[in-house]
């Protein structure tokens, strides 16, 4: 009588010879250990982006203030008895500096507070959803100086060509971020689901990143948050994304 043993393959029954059983099982074991072995593997990397552009929005009739080239930008209600709201913008070049096709798995973003006039304020993060500018304005106070060619302001996303389709600039009305933002110091926004869409969708269409704006309190007065440009002169001060991501 013929024994053989049944050995399945890729659903497959095979009979094979009681002496060649031991051939057989060693070679299907160094066969799915090489499987296993060049199977792909996904790298987790991380980058930390300096920031491409930021600038100030500061209320006014005309639009005709702005911040592009100062020190810090702002954000919240300044004590002015008019025209006092302030918002950021913030921007990062993101496919020029990640691989394209990579998976975005973590955001963070980290702001300095160089002043404020006290209190716990939350700082929340929308994407801006047109293009804007950062022209040669330059000034350390909250009230703004006379806006450059190309800067963004209250009205115009670029000085004074491009108005925004809002007054006070064009973003998401999703949350993508908040955080709470007290006394002097650093802090960090994210990682949330909305930052990694954000700059997953931006590295996919780059054509779509206009970067992020920081809203505050605008609903009491003395409550502006003063932070750290990327034209601040102390390189440790100025903002930074980190973003993990696997190519």
């Given at each position: 009588?013929?024994?053989?043993?049944?050995?399945?393959?890729?659903?497959?029954?095979?009979?094979?010879?009681?002496?060649?059983?031991?051939?057989?099982?060693?070679?299907?074991?160094?066969?799915?250990?090489?499987?296993?072995?060049?199977?792909?593997?996904?790298?987790?990397?991380?980058?930390?982006?300096?920031?491409?552009?930021?600038?100030?929005?500061?209320?006014?009739?005309?639009?005709?203030?702005?911040?592009?080239?100062?020190?810090?930008?702002?954000?919240?209600?300044?004590?002015?008895?008019?025209?006092?709201?302030?918002?950021?913008?913030?921007?990062?070049?993101?496919?020029?500096?990640?691989?394209?096709?990579?998976?975005?798995?973590?955001?963070?973003?980290?702001?300095?507070?160089?002043?404020t006039p006290g209190g716990d304020e939350f700082i929340e993060l929308y994407r801006v959803l047109s293009d804007w500018g950062e022209g040669n304005s330059s000034t350390k106070g909250g009230r703004g100086a006379p806006a450059a060619k190309g800067d963004a302001t209250w009205l115009y996303a670029f000085y004074d060509t491009d108005l925004w389709s809002e007054s006070g600039g064009d973003f998401a009305t999703d949350i993508s971020a908040e955080k709470m933002v007290g006394d002097v110091g650093t802090y960090v926004w994210g990682s949330t689901p909305e930052m990694v869409r954000d700059v997953q969708e931006w590295l996919d269409s780059p054509s779509t990143n206009f970067g992020w704006l920081l809203f505050g309190n605008e609903t009491d007065s003395g409550t502006v948050k003063v932070f750290a440009s990327r034209q601040n002169d102390d390189s440790t001060l100025q903002p930074q994304l980190s973003v993990a991501f696997q190519s």
């Open positions: 009588m013929n024994l053989c043993y049944l050995i399945m393959i890729a659903g497959t029954n095979f009979c094979f010879s009681r002496k060649l059983k031991p051939i057989i099982l060693g070679l299907l074991i160094v066969f799915f250990s090489m499987a296993i072995a060049i199977s792909p593997v996904w790298a987790q990397e991380s980058l930390v982006l300096s920031a491409s552009k930021d600038n100030t929005l500061i209320e006014t009739a005309n639009g005709d203030l702005s911040n592009g080239m100062g020190s810090s930008f702002f954000v919240g209600k300044t004590n002015q008895n008019s025209e006092s709201i302030r918002r950021g913008l913030i921007a990062f070049d993101i496919a020029d500096q990640i691989p394209a096709g990579s998976t975005i798995t973590e955001v963070q973003l980290t702001l300095n507070l160089e002043r």
